[in-house]
């Protein structure tokens, strides 16, 4: 079938709120391009929103599925076990930054990993307040839509919410919350925490802080150097556990370091893991100190999927690639040319009033002028449009959805990063017409 086939056929069985997305259907994939059912290929500057670190259809993972899928798909982890479960805790643990001892917890999502890093947190404190951020997203779970920032879409029409969720500003220095320029801020959006927020959820009843390295739906939001460390210090002076999601930003997505939060030299007391872990299968995990993890009863944690075999041994196969193919190093490479190509185009194009990010986890806000700093969302809209008609899948992001953000698979080639960032280039030039 072809595309307006298969958009009619999608509007018609398909809820409305599911059938979002670009009308064209994908065939197959490879890399960093997918082909539609047209034979038209586009090349992948989303990533499966940041699944697909190690590619498309990477001939490791698809062979590691085959494998595993013959031998057997599911008995559930907690009835009858199996050794790649085991396999990938062990990885995880040793990936995991700083000195503690490690444990770990598989399940399905992302949404999942962080509503069961806030049961651990509460379990291990026995307390009950969760502190997350503005402009967060931590998924469309009731909990995690309450924790998650952005109203609409996510939240709108969804209420009552879950309760003790509390949320305060973020470090968005392009548009700092207390009217502050950094450096001279001296990181006033971390001292909030202590300075005003405990006024509002005390550290006698919070259990964690819940917070991206860098935001994804949020808009890629980066804090500068400083802010976790002293984030995490005033969390661990008010025995409040820090927890970092890791969902969009971690498993390389930042480059050179596995976990982003690495970049902070901050030693978490749980990661929640996801997206490009599996590499589009689905897996995600909690990755906590052993004590913590540890302290909750035999059965408090499961579900039946959680630690799927195949699912496992595709997340196998993913840090496989990493280590064989030296993902981190090539993704550090590519946030280099992404910086430098988008700092060329911030200085021919007004409407670009910040480009921020880590590695080639990088974003662009556009505004209407670069004083006022008013978001343009009109222009983001049309930027990932005209994208898309000339072969380039790409998305926006933000609380104002006037980010554009760049989630390619860090195995891109030079040819297809080229043609991403030309047709890019091409589209900040037609905004001008």
Same mark, same amino acid.
């Given at each position: 079938?072809?595309?307006?086939?298969?958009?009619?056929?999608?509007?018609?069985?398909?809820?409305?709120?599911?059938?979002?997305?670009?009308?064209?259907?994908?065939?197959?994939?490879?890399?960093?391009?997918?082909?539609?059912?047209?034979?038209?290929?586009?090349?992948?500057?989303?990533?499966?929103?940041?699944?697909?670190?190690?590619?498309?259809?990477?001939?490791?993972?698809?062979?590691?599925?085959?494998?595993?899928?013959?031998?057997?798909?599911?008995?559930?982890?907690?009835?009858?076990?199996?050794?790649?479960?085991?396999?990938?805790?062990?990885?995880?643990?040793?990936?995991?930054?700083?000195?503690?001892?490690?444990?770990?917890?598989?399940?399905?999502?992302?949404?999942?990993?962080?509503?069961?890093?806030?049961?651990?947190?509460?379990?291990?404190?026995?307390?009950?307040?969760?502190?997350?951020?503005?402009?967060?997203?931590?998924?469309?779970?009731?909990?995690?839509?309450?924790?998650?920032?952005?109203?609409? /879409?996510?939240? =709108? %029409?969804?209420?009552?919410? &879950?309760?003790? !969720?509390?949320?305060?500003?973020?470090?968005?220095?392009?548009?700092?919350?207390?009217?502050?320029?950094?450096?001279?801020?001296?990181?006033?959006?971390?001292?909030?925490?202590?300075?005003?927020?405990?006024?509002?959820?005390?550290?006698?009843?919070?259990?964690?802080?819940?917070?991206?390295?860098?935001?994804?739906?949020g808009g890629f939001i980066t804090p500068p150097p400083e802010y976790f460390p002293k984030l995490a210090q005033i969390c661990k002076d008010n025995s409040i556990l820090f927890v970092s999601d890791e969902i969009q930003a971690g498993v390389g997505r930042?480059?050179?370091?596995?976990?982003?939060?690495?970049?902070?030299?901050?030693?978490?007391?749980?990661?929640?893991?996801?997206?490009?872990?599996?590499?589009?299968?689905?897996?995600?995990?909690?990755?906590?100190?052993?004590?913590?993890?540890?302290?909750?009863? /035999?059965?408090? =944690? %499961?579900?039946?999927?959680? &630690?799927?075999? !195949?699912?496992?041994?595709?997340?196998?196969?993913?840090?496989?690639?990493?280590?064989?193919?030296?993902?981190?190093?090539?993704?550090?490479?590519?946030?280099?040319k992404l910086w430098k190509a988008f700092g060329a185009m911030q200085k021919k194009y007004e409407v670009i009033g910040d480009i921020r990010g880590k590695g080639p986890m990088v974003a662009m806000e556009l505004v209407k002028d670069r004083v006022t700093?008013?978001?343009?969302?009109?222009?983001?809209?049309?930027?990932?449009?005209?994208?898309?008609?000339?072969?380039?899948?790409?998305?926006?992001?933000?609380?104002?959805?006037?980010?554009?953000?760049?989630?390619?698979?860090?195995?891109?080639?030079?040819?297809?990063?080229?043609?991403?960032?030309?047709?890019?280039?091409?589209?900040?030039?037609?905004?001008?017409?």
């Amino acid at each position: 079938m072809d595309n307006k086939t298969l958009v009619e056929k999608r509007s018609a069985v398909l809820a409305k709120s599911f059938t979002g997305g670009k009308p064209a259907f994908i065939a197959h994939a490879k890399g960093a391009t997918v082909t539609d059912v047209e034979g038209r290929e586009y090349v992948d500057f989303a990533g499966g929103i940041g699944v697909m670190n190690v590619g498309h259809s990477h001939p490791k993972v698809v062979a590691a599925i085959k494998d595993q899928a013959e031998k057997f798909t599911h008995t559930c982890f907690m009835v009858l076990p199996y050794e790649p479960a085991v396999r990938l805790g062990e990885r995880l643990c040793a990936l995991a930054p700083g000195p503690s001892p490690k444990k770990v917890f598989m399940v399905n999502c992302g949404a999942e990993a962080v509503e069961n890093a806030v049961k651990v947190a509460r379990y291990y404190t026995k307390k009950t307040g969760i502190i997350v951020f503005e402009h967060a997203f931590h998924g469309r779970t009731l909990l995690t839509m309450t924790m998650t920032g952005k109203v609409k /879409p996510y939240k =709108l %029409g969804f209420g009552p919410f &879950a309760p003790e !969720v509390y949320r305060m500003p973020y470090a968005y220095c392009y548009r700092c919350p207390f009217g502050c320029e950094y450096p001279k801020c001296g990181i006033a959006c971390a001292d909030y925490l202590k300075d005003e927020m405990f006024g509002e959820c005390a550290p006698e009843t919070t259990a964690a802080v819940i917070a991206e390295p860098v935001q994804g739906e949020g808009g890629f939001i980066t804090p500068p150097p400083e802010y976790f460390p002293k984030l995490a210090q005033i969390c661990k002076d008010n025995s409040i556990l820090f927890v970092s999601d890791e969902i969009q930003a971690g498993v390389g997505r930042t480059g050179g370091k596995f976990f982003a939060i690495e970049h902070w030299g901050v030693e978490p007391d749980m990661i929640t893991v996801a997206k490009s872990l599996a590499a589009g299968m689905p897996l995600a995990a909690l990755v906590g100190k052993a004590e913590i993890m540890d302290s909750i009863h /035999p059965g408090g =944690l %499961g579900g039946t999927y959680g &630690a799927n075999p !195949v699912a496992c041994a595709a997340a196998n196969a993913v840090l496989d690639i990493f280590e064989e193919e030296k993902l981190l190093k090539k993704g550090e490479d590519l946030g280099k040319k992404l910086w430098k190509a988008f700092g060329a185009m911030q200085k021919k194009y007004e409407v670009i009033g910040d480009i921020r990010g880590k590695g080639p986890m990088v974003a662009m806000e556009l505004v209407k002028d670069r004083v006022t700093k008013k978001p343009d969302a009109d222009a983001a809209k049309d930027i990932v449009a005209f994208a898309f008609e000339k072969g380039l899948v790409l998305l926006s992001c933000g609380p104002y959805s006037n980010v554009i953000r760049c989630l390619m698979p860090l195995v891109i080639t030079d040819r297809e990063l080229d043609r991403g960032i030309s047709i890019i280039d091409e589209a900040f030039a037609s905004l001008k017409k």
